[in-house]
């Protein structure tokens, strides 16, 4: 079955220990998204990858950096973790197609710990 | 600064009724908006998505979107004991740009 694979499922690093969150998707989708979700908040969407091209958040914080080396797959890279970065991290995905955004699917996430 | 709000609720529903859900959102530029069902510890799961003004139904699921009004509800009928979650309304402004979530509202469905 097409899907978004995230792994790892669960991650717990030290604070200031740099941690790469993986996604990959075997939608073919043009679009991939990175969201944190804070328990008991909203997902909050932290950059997006439209095709090659990276577009960051205004207020998503420099110690969050992404690739994506090719169409199937987008990292998610935490620098220097803080306590307050603990989180469930979401991958999505959309195919744009010039019109209506098209639906986001979301992968399992990857819940993070900071220690 | 684009915002979605919804009643955080807890929303209780005896099984077999109807559980009615809302949604209002702040710009006006808006054009696809989008039902996620979340169970706690698990990602969003998409229930229903509406992009015109009206009703669309899929099986137990009407989503109702009113643009004038800047408003979109979400009725559930026949309420199931498995349809207790948390319920997130998103919105897009179009082209690739991600989804503006509301906090979502927690429904509860009573056996």
């Known amino acids: 079955d097409a899907m978004v694979i995230q792994n790892p499922r669960y991650q717990v690093t030290q604070f200031g220990k740099p941690v790469t969150l993986s996604c990959s998707q075997t939608?073919?989708?043009?679009?991939m998204y990175w969201y944190q979700q804070k328990s008991s908040q909203a997902p909050k969407l932290l950059f997006h990858?439209?095709?090659?091209?990276?577009?960051n958040e205004a207020d998503t914080p420099d110690n969050f950096q992404s690739r994506r080396p090719n169409t199937s797959f987008c990292f998610l890279d935490i620098r220097s973790p803080g306590l307050g970065d603990a989180a469930m991290y979401l991958c999505?995905?959309?195919?744009?197609?010039?019109?209506?955004?098209?639906?986001?699917?979301f992968g399992p996430g990857t819940r993070l710990l900071v220690l | 600064q684009k915002e979605v709000e919804q009643n955080s609720g807890p929303l209780s529903v005896p099984e077999g009724a109807i559980a009615s859900l809302n949604c209002t959102y702040s710009d006006r530029g808006s054009q696809s908006f989008f039902w996620y069902r979340q169970y706690s510890g698990k990602s969003p799961e998409l229930i229903m998505s509406?992009?015109?003004?009206g009703d669309k139904e899929d099986g137990r699921f009407t989503a109702q979107l009113n643009k004038a009004s800047q408003y979109v509800s979400l009725l559930i009928r026949d309420s199931q004991p498995s349809d207790s979650a948390t319920y997130l309304c998103a919105e897009s402004g179009g082209g690739a740009d991600g989804l503006t979530f509301g906090k979502g509202t927690h429904l509860i469905i009573q056996p």
């Open positions: 999505a995905t959309s195919s744009y197609l010039g019109s209506y955004q098209e639906t986001q699917y």
């Open positions: 990858y439209y095709d090659k091209d990276f577009n």
């Open positions: 509406i992009y015109s003004n």
């Open positions: 939608l073919n989708h043009n679009v």
